[in-house]
């Protein structure tokens, strides 16, 4: 399997920076269910733990109930579909109130639906994977540049 490694020491100075990072439930289960690995949680569990604050932001509120492990301390949550540039909007501006700026955007919010295109039939094809991992990052990149 792929390995990525960090330069602990180059992430030491990022403790008061404020992060976003799209694709992270408010509530995460604990147990893992099909493809989903939590990716976007390991990303707030991170840099929460490097010392910054955190705005996490997904379409899910996650599970409730049994099992349910709420946000770490110094993260909080928003609601906000990544398909919506509205949505985006409104995240990256409550986050600057929150917090007066906005220093890493983590864009990890997406979808693993496999689509044939070039299936046999005429149905219009489902963009959705499309719209959510392409769109919605090119989106929250934008937003960053000019919210
Ligand atoms: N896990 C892998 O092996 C792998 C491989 C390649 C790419 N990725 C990408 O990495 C990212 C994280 O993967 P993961 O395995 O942690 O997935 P995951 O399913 O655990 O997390 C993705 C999160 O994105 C959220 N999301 C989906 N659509 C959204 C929308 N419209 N607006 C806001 N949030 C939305 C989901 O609710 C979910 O919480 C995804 O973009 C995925 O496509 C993962």
Known sequence: MAEFKFNEEA???LKG???IVTGTPLLLSSLK?????????GAVEYFTSLGC??????VNEGPLGKGALPMPQGATFHKCNVKNWSEIVTLFRETRKMHGK???VCANAGINDR????????DEPNWDVLDVNLKGVMMSIIAASKV
């Not at 269910?33 to 949680?41: E, W």
């Not at 689509?115 to 005429?122: A, I, K, P, S, T």
């Open 11 to 13: 992430l030491k100075n």
């Open 17 to 19: 920076k404020v992060a």
């Open 33 to 41: 269910v099909g493809g989903s690995s939590g990716i976007g949680r």
């Open 53 to 58: 604050e955190v705005v996490a932001a997904d």
């Open 102 to 104: 906005i220093d890493i």
């Open 115 to 122: 689509v044939n295109f070039l299936g046999d039939d005429e």
